[in-house]
């Protein structure tokens, strides 16, 4: 951020816990919505589940209206990297992947996750971006440590990406998360290891690596949001809100995480 003034607004344990509270709800509501997802229904269905949750939970939509999106959902099929909006006309088939990602206000405070989900059964090429790409933010996530550095963070996705022989996205990025969707400081899925940034407690995260099977190049199509691939070659894409904590880093939006312990590593005692 050359010249740029970074202004990280470090979050207290209670305003920790208020996130996680709306973390919470977002894994919730996510659920849901990913087991509505199957061939025949389409990302508009989609989306009026997700606001008749909304609506459920007493919360916020944190899309709609931003920046004037105008659904509570980005449901982004195939090709579409992020920030397809739902439409009646998108309908899902069987083979398709689809990510889902969604954000809510509660307290004040924001949670912000997402997912690729399979449309029933799919080739196995398109597991291995899907899976490789989960893959690559729970090595970010491991490394959500106090005294790394922001820049480890962009290179562990980047590596496990492009060991697979995948690209990932470079004109969308992660960020810091908190009263608003997205404050500073911006978190890159790409870079190099032991630059940037000290990572330390209190910092509260958004990462969204995106991964292409082809090349990292974007194209926004005309309704000015939906985010495809150049070569419409497949994306995918997962997001978690972690915060940073001395006993290690805490997925709020994984509701089997615990501080210190991300949840895809066990857990010493039982889970509560
Ligand atoms: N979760 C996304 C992000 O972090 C999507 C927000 S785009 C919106 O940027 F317009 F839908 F809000
Ligand atoms: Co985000």
């Not at 690559?136 to 820049?151: E, F, K, Q, T, Y």
């Not at 099977?213 to 949001?225: F, K, R």
């Amino acid at each position: 951020m050359l010249g740029g003034t970074m202004r990280i607004k470090y979050k207290s344990p209670e305003e920790i816990r208020l996130m996680r509270e709306a973390s919470l709800v977002v894994a919730e509501i996510l659920e849901v919505v990913a087991e509505n997802v199957a061939p025949g229904a389409s990302t508009w269905d989609l989306d009026r589940i997700a606001a008749a949750e909304i609506e459920r939970h007493k919360v916020q939509s944190a899309f709609l209206g931003y920046y004037g999106y105008p659904a509570v959902l980005c449901t982004s099929v195939n090709e579409v990297i992020v920030h397809g909006i739902p439409r009646r006309d998108v309908v899902l088939a069987e083979g398709d992947i689809i990510s889902i990602d969604f954000g809510v206000f509660k307290h004040g405070f924001c949670g912000d996750s997402a997912r690729t989900l399979p449309v029933g059964a799919i080739a196995d090429d398109k597991q291995k971006l899907v899976d490789t790409t989960r893959e690559s933010l729970d090595h970010a996530i491991d490394l959500c440590v106090s005294g790394n550095r922001l820049g480890d963070i962009g290179a562990a996705v980047q590596k496990h990406a492009e060991l697979n022989g995948y690209s990932v996205v470079r004109t969308f990025v992660g960020h810091g998360i908190g009263r608003a969707m997205h404050e500073d400081p911006p978190v890159p899925n790409y870079g190099r290891a032991h630059t940037g940034k000290r990572l330390k407690s209190g910092l509260v995260i958004a990462i969204e690596p995106m991964l292409n099977a082809g090349a990292h190049e974007v194209e926004v199509l005309d309704d000015n949001w939906t985010a495809v691939t150049q070569d419409r070659r497949l994306s995918a894409h997962f997001e978690h809100t972690i915060a940073i904590l001395d006993e290690g880093p805490w997925v709020l939006s994984r509701p089997d995480s615990r501080p210190g312990y991300p949840a895809h590593q066990p857990a010493p005692h039982p889970r509560q």
